[in-house]
């Protein structure tokens, strides 16, 4: 606006006079557009730490798990195992009675069937398994009274954690009164512990959140990126290497060129469409494998990746080429011998942003049927499995209170992975890349 | 031998093969004046092998691992008895899983019919045979192809040339893989489209104003009848997305603008990478983030002043997406700002303006199609967007502009119609295609004027 005016009365007044008239009203739009920009990146920033503060705060308690002191006596009859060397009878035997037996002495105030089944639920289901493995480990333990760490219970683990030193605001859930007291008599005898969790990096997803761990779904992202890697970055390159280095100008070129870029932007979900009516309708593949979660991803992130190994073959100058053409070497050589080790940094670069991204993708492998319950840990590209991202959607589902830290766990451990892909990636394009 | 185990005796062969065409090269050009007397270099001819013991047996491996099974089953079918092969197509799916599933166990159900234990003996033997035999035919052709390769080296075979011309095939083959998948994506989601539209109007799907996709299993039945229109989804998607762009485009804009025309170099440098970390941030993150954070603070917040805001509210997922494409908006931004060219700021300086003034009225407009363009494919992102939708937005297809709403969007309702048991072939699950076969195109044509424009726009200042 000022300047208009500027222009029009330039011969009547003193410009400079017009000019000074307005600069200070200038100075202050000035300065308000600096503070838009600075608000931007602010509001930016501050969504950054707090996505990573609530995550985190969410989720550190699950890296803890309470444990449950117990008096168990290894009691043969009950066990009913008469002959110690024998796996199955070990196996067979009903270790969860034991557990039952020991809560029973110690709290004798459990009377009638529902006081019982609740001072039951102190404990997790699974705890048995340990119990046996104990007397696996060491037979000799038949016929003692034996003080054992027992995993609790996701309801006890939940208030114990959310519980001040004091009692005061815990987080009840679904326990009752007696439960909590039984709770507190525990804590009051320093029989109830918070260890480091090993279950959750060790064991499959389970329907019981102290029992459930993201073993099973690492494993499964592990075969699925290893498929990714292995078809889409030689795949990648090749296409790569074909449009910088051999490609005519024509329409066909042309044509290829399109597709990469449109399909860099198509949606994930709909490679999830296309693998679900291609690979598991036309081809007849099984749902829930790591193959066919990796076929999908491939072709999902096989733009990006082109993309950027082009960008990184554009780099090389041409006079490299020029200089090993001119010494007789023929085109193979040059794109094989020079052009592509040259290139090889930024095209690592790249690859490894694009497998993150691979990594951290879940709607394609809903489509295809990855979002089973599978508890087995996989042991390969054809065992049925889920991933970790679609695990954490799994979680993120679940009423039970404890699933919400293990799923901001799982999501800690999904971040921790993603960040130090693309921290390699910065790593080798500072060390590696080479300016021309 | 299995499959795998196949591919690896194949890697050998091809490794042998490779020395044994080197060898012979070397062997052959000591009768005619020793290596430098040969056309290519030894390896050359080592190649050559290895591309004719290879390419020929694994293009039939793949041939035969993709087809058998179908054979096999046809075999299968012939030798039920005549009443089974009438089955329809779903019954017939389910005893070929029975007898497939007693084939691999071994161990015979309760109360299996004779027919399909004895399906179940023939397919194991089949499938032995086929096995059995691609062995032998892949492990043959790859040792004659060497044979006939070894045949084939003389000093004059152009070996270099016949290598380097497979070489530029192969690569060719891996570029056209964008094309196949295209090809891919039309035909899968079209296919199944049409088969929707053969029991859904065209018309009530692209103009319909309810979506209840559930339909009646029984003709008596009250309530279902199924009402596929598709206009409430694709209101809610744009609801969504206008609330993400709202926060996106100012806030990814500003910060580009900042960044690059205000901010030190070190100020720069520092807090690019740190935006970028929420490029970074897979979405079902974002999605947890926006059901278990945004959505309950902005229902408590709107309770503060009276609002009644859904648990499930578009706002809440509309900010979180909004949030997740800053970063996008920013970084497009930034790449065409800097493509502005210095001496029009420097022009624009020189008369006077202040430094907002200038990028106000000079550098925006000049970026300006950049700019649209960046936001186009932002959009495209924003509609395309599953994760946060799914786990924040809503399941009931409401037809409402308020914000505080549940919506539900396009593909919310794919993924909710595809997880989980499916019936094959009924129009419930048909329509997820149908709303895949649309999501293509609208995100497809606004990355093609995306794109278009800005190339046009790079034109212009290059």
């Known amino acids: 606006m000022s300047m208009n005016t500027v222009d029009k009365q330039t011969n009547k007044t003193n410009t400079i006079d017009l000019v000074n008239k307005n600069l200070a009203k200038r100075y202050r739009a000035e300065k308000r557009f600096k503070a838009y920009g600075i608000a931007a990146i602010l509001f930016g920033l501050s969504c950054v730490v707090l996505l990573f503060t609530d995550i985190i705060g969410k989720g550190h308690s699950a890296f803890l798990q309470t444990y449950v002191y117990l008096e168990v006596e290894f009691d043969p009859e009950s066990l009913e195992i008469d002959d110690i060397s024998d796996p199955g009878q070990i196996a ?49 333990l038949l016929n003692q009274s034996v003080g054992v760490w027992l995993l609790a219970d996701d309801d006890v683990d939940t208030y114990y954690k959310s519980r001040n030193d004091d009692g005061s605001e815990a987080f009840t859930g679904r326990l009752n009164e007696k439960q909590i007291n039984w709770v507190e008599t525990l804590i009051a005898n320093e029989h109830l512990v918070k260890r480091f969790n ?18 099973g779904a690492m494993m499964g992202s592990l075969f699925t990126l290893l498929v990714t890697i292995a078809l889409s970055f030689p795949i990648g390159i090749a296409a790569a290497v074909y449009l910088e280095e051999y490609a005519p100008k024509n329409k066909f070129t042309d044509f290829i060129e399109v597709n990469i870029n449109n399909l860099a932007a198509v949606p994930s979900i709909i490679f999830g469409l296309l693998g679900l009516s291609i690979f598991i309708g036309f081809f007849e593949m099984h749902r829930s494998l790591p193959l066919v979660g990796g076929l999908v991803l491939t072709l999902m992130t096989l733009p990006t990746i082109i993309i950027s190994s082009r960008a990184a073959i554009k780099s090389v100058p041409p006079s490299i080429r020029d200089a090993a053409l001119g010494l007789g070497a023929s085109k193979m050589q040059v794109v094989l011998h020079h052009v592509l080790p040259l290139a090889m940094p930024g095209m690592l670069t790249g690859a490894i942003i694009g497998f993150a991204q691979a990594l951290g993708e879940t709607a394609p492998l809903l489509m295809i049927g990855m979002v089973a319950f599978i508890v087995d840990i996989p042991g390969g590209v054809a065992d049925p499995a889920t991933a970790l991202p679609v695990q954490i959607f799994l979680w993120s589902d679940s009423p039970e209170r404890a699933f919400v830290e293990r799923t901001s766990a799982a999501i800690m451990v999904l971040l921790a992975f993603l960040i130090s892909m693309n921290t390699l990636a910065i790593w080798l394009r500072k060390r590696l890349e080479r300016r021309w | 031998m299995s499959t795998s185990m196949l591919l690896l005796v194949g890697l050998l062969l091809i490794a042998t093969a490779f020395f044994v065409g080197r060898n012979r090269s070397i062997s052959v050009s000591a009768n005619h004046g020793g290596i430098k007397n040969l056309n290519s270099l030894p390896s050359y001819y080592g190649a050559l092998t290895a591309l004719w013991c290879g390419i020929p047996s694994l293009i039939v491996l793949s041939l035969w691992v993709l087809f058998d099974d179908y054979f096999i089953q046809q075999s299968i079918i012939q030798m039920l008895p005549a009443a089974q092969q009438q089955l329809a197509d779903n019954d017939m799916r389910l005893l070929l899983n029975t007898v ?31 096995q059995n035999a691609i062995t032998g035919l892949f492990i043959l052709l790859a040792v004659a192809l060497t044979f006939f390769a070894w045949l084939q080296i003389k000093p004059k075979l152009r070996a270099r040339v016949q290598v380097e011309r497979a070489f530029k095939g192969l690569l060719l083959l891996c570029a056209s893989i964008a094309i196949f998948t295209t090809a891919g994506i039309v035909l899968s989601v079209l296919f199944e489209s049409l088969k929707f539209f053969q029991s859904v109007p065209v018309t009530d799907f692209l103009f319909g104003m309810e979506w209840s996709p ?16 598709s206009i409430p989804l694709f209101a809610g998607t744009m609801l969504i997305s206008l609330i993400a762009m709202l926060i996106a485009v100012p806030a990814g804009l500003m910060s580009a603008i900042y960044l690059s025309e205000y901010a030190a170099p070190k ?15 897979p979405t079902v993150v974002y999605g947890f983030f926006a059901a278990l954070t945004v959505a309950p603070f902005v229902r408590d917040t709107g309770g503060i002043f009276g609002l009644d805001v859904s648990s499930e509210s578009a706002l809440a997922a509309g900010l979180v997406m909004g949030v997740m494409i800053i970063p996008f908006v920013s970084s497009l931004s930034d790449d065409v700002i800097n493509a502005v060219p210095q001496s029009l700021r420097d022009g624009s300086f020189g008369l006077g303006a ?16 950049g700019i649209v363009g960046g936001v186009l494919l932002a959009v495209s992102r924003a509609i395309g967007e599953t994760m ?45 295609f149908a709303l895949g076969l649309m999501l293509f195109l609208i995100t497809l044509i606004l990355n093609y004027v995306a794109l278009h424009v800005v190339k046009k726009y790079r034109e212009q200042y290059e």
Request: hydrophobic share 40%; glycine share 8%.
């Open chain 2, 214 to 229: 559930q339909m009646a299993l029984r003709a008596d039945q009250v309530g279902s009848s199924g009402a596929f229109g």
């Open chain 2, 354 to 369: 202040t430094k907002s003034e200038t990028i106000k009225k000079v550098v925006i407009p000049a970026a300006l199609p």
């Open chain 2, 388 to 432: 946060i939708v799914v786990m924040a937005a809503g399941l009931a297809a409401n037809l409402t502009a308020n914000p505080l709403e549940s919506v539900t969007t396009v593909t919310v309702q794919i993924v909710k119609l595809l997880i989980g048991d499916q019936e094959f072939n009924s129009p419930k699950t048909l329509s997820a």
């Open chain 1, 92 to 140: 067979r035997a009903d270790y969860t009675g034991l557990i039952r037996t020991a809560l029973r002495e110690q709290f004798t105030d459990a009377n009638g069937r529902r006081d019982r089944r609740s001072l039951y639920a102190l404990v997790s289901n699974g705890a048995g398994f340990n119990l046996r493995e104990k007397l696996e480990d060491d037979p000799t």
């Open chain 2, 100 to 130: 497939g599933n007693i084939a691999a166990s071994g161990t015979n159900g309760l109360n299996t019919e004779p027919y399909i234990i004895e399906a179940a003996a023939r397919l194991n033997e089949l499938n032995a045979l086929s």
């Open chain 2, 267 to 281: 100020v720069r440098m520092a807090v690019k990478p740190m935006l970028e970390v929420l490029a970074g941030i």
């Open chain 1, 198 to 215: 090993t279950t959750f990096f060790s064991s499959g997803d389970s329907r019981e959140p102290e029992q459930a761990g993201i073993l």
